[in-house]
């Protein structure tokens, strides 16, 4: 695993546990953002795209709840939603707090000659 991604990880950790103890969210929206982003979100190419009967067979919950706490979480920006259109409907999932980790450039610390 390169630094970044290590990097990525550990704060997606991070982040999984910050919503896990907010109280101002219901029990079940932070169970969908954890499946969410510990089970579905490859650290590595950023990708979360299950289903929303994915989501709602892992959370023990009816498909339309399941889509209204994604609705809920992507207004509150914990989550973002894209829809693609064509044959299949694949909704691509991203978490904007972990957009802004970035990888450190090997050159910052270095000086010009």
């Given at each position: 695993m390169s630094s970044r991604t290590d990097r990525r990880f550990r704060f997606k950790m991070q982040l999984a546990f910050a919503v896990w103890k907010r109280r101002d969210l219901s029990p079940a929206t932070r169970l969908v953002f954890s499946v969410l982003l510990i089970g579905h979100h490859n650290v590595e190419t950023g990708k979360c795209n299950p289903s929303y009967e994915t989501l709602a067979s892992e959370c023990s919950m009816a498909r339309r709840a399941v889509i209204r706490i994604v609705g809920k979480l992507e207004a509150m920006g914990l989550l973002a939603i894209k829809v693609s259109v064509g044959r299949k409907h694949t909704n691509s999932f991203s978490f904007p707090s972990l957009e802004m980790?970035?990888?450190?450039?090997?050159?910052?610390?270095?000086?010009?000659?």
């Open positions: 980790v970035t990888p450190r450039s090997p050159f910052k610390d270095r000086k010009m000659v």
